[in-house]
């Protein structure tokens, strides 16, 4: 992208610095449901690195630590820089991700309406 356009997102949206270390922001043209799913995935991938690494199975640990690669870099945080790439071609990166997550980690309310109980009518 060429530094003289007017569209071109400046530093301040592509960086958050934090104690002097440089991270990448989420893209910000991602839609807000794909956003917000994306970060939903990615927290529960990083509570699950929390419980594989007291489970010291290195099987498990990189497979949800792949889940947290997979999440930041549907959200922009990692891989192709989004910035450099057009907005359709982001927001595809973005569902192709989620997709990946929703195969590896499927929602907890997938397929399972909330508050639902299988046995519910046991004592009819």
Do not use: C, F, Y
């Amino acid at each position: 992208m060429a530094s003289g356009n007017a569209q071109d997102p400046s530093d301040d949206e592509r960086w958050l610095v934090i104690d002097g270390r440089r991270w990448r922001r989420t893209d910000p043209a991602l839609p807000s449901d794909v956003a917000d799913r994306l970060r939903s995935h990615l927290g529960r991938a990083r509570a699950a690195v929390r419980t594989a690494k007291r489970s010291e199975d290195p099987a498990v640990l990189a497979a949800v630590r792949h889940r947290v690669g997979v999440a930041k870099a549907g959200l922009g945080e990692r891989g192709p820089r989004w910035w450099d790439d057009a907005v359709p071609a982001r927001v595809e990166r973005a569902r192709a991700a989620l997709d990946e997550l929703d195969r590896l980690a499927p929602p907890a309310d997938a397929g399972h309406p909330a508050g639902a109980d299988d046995d519910a009518d046991v004592n009819t």
